[in-house]
């Protein structure tokens, strides 16, 4: 079955990079997400990565998909304020291409 | 393009009163349809998963329940609202096949059982 994990909070100062990390069951993933929630409103999509490759970078973000140990993280470089937020990872897979969402990390950045 | 409606965006309601959460989907056909529950600054969790019409999977045992009645409509409901089922409610809907294969997400509705 499907069971995504991520660990629950992450501070960093402004100007760091942020990394989160999440870990996945399901083998038969095709593809990975991350989603970003600002307070009060739902989740929007970040980025995505298919399970064949392992590294797809989008400005400021970098995924790394590690599919033997099926693990995934996300890399923000020059973190800002306006990164604070619920970071999820989701994976989809079966045959219904269920998405599956991790339980969140919160991201503080402080100033 | 496809939309995802999920109304009212806020309520309260007194405890032991019935609830009905919509959601619908425009612009698709045989979406995968999900209804999660968040918790105050805490992560999701997913309260029912639909594949199609009248094809509901329960997560977690609890107070609420699903239906589909249409194949782009999906309800949320109580008979009898308790303390804890107070949180943010949140409808999503992935499709099966097709290029987009996110999810995609309501606005939400925060829930307050007084």
């Known amino acids: 079955g499907e069971d995504v994990e991520q660990s629950l909070f992450l501070s960093v100062r402004e100007g760091d990079s942020s990394v989160i990390n999440c870990t996945y069951t399901d083998s038969s993933s095709t593809y990975l997400y991350w989603y970003k929630q600002e307070p009060g409103a739902g989740l929007q999509l970040l980025t995505y990565?298919?399970?064949?490759?392992d590294m797809k970078q989008d400005q400021r973000l970098t995924v790394l998909l590690n599919k033997k140990d099926k693990h995934l993280s996300l890399r923000i470089a020059d973190t800002q304020t306006g990164d604070s937020a619920i970071y999820f990872c989701a994976e989809r897979s079966g045959g219904y291409q269920k998405v599956t969402f991790g339980t969140g990390t919160k991201l503080q950045v402080i100033p | 393009s496809q939309t995802i409606h999920q109304w009212p965006a806020t309520l309260v309601q007194p405890v032991g009163s019935p609830l009905s959460l919509e959601c619908t989907v425009e612009g698709t056909s045989n979406p995968n349809l999900y209804w999660y529950r968040q918790a105050a600054g805490r992560g999701l969790q997913l309260l029912f998963y639909?594949?199609?019409?009248?094809?509901i999977s329960s997560e977690v045992p609890q107070n609420l329940s699903a239906s589909r009645p249409q194949d782009r409509q999906f309800i949320l409901s109580s008979k009898k609202l308790l303390l804890s089922d107070s949180g943010f409610y949140l409808c999503?809907?992935?499709?099966?096949?097709?290029?987009?294969?996110?999810?995609?997400f309501g606005q939400g509705t925060r829930l307050t059982v007084v």
């Open positions: 999503a809907w992935s499709p099966l096949t097709g290029v987009n294969t996110e999810a995609f």
């Open positions: 990565i298919f399970s064949n490759m």
């Open positions: 639909s594949v199609g019409i009248g094809q």
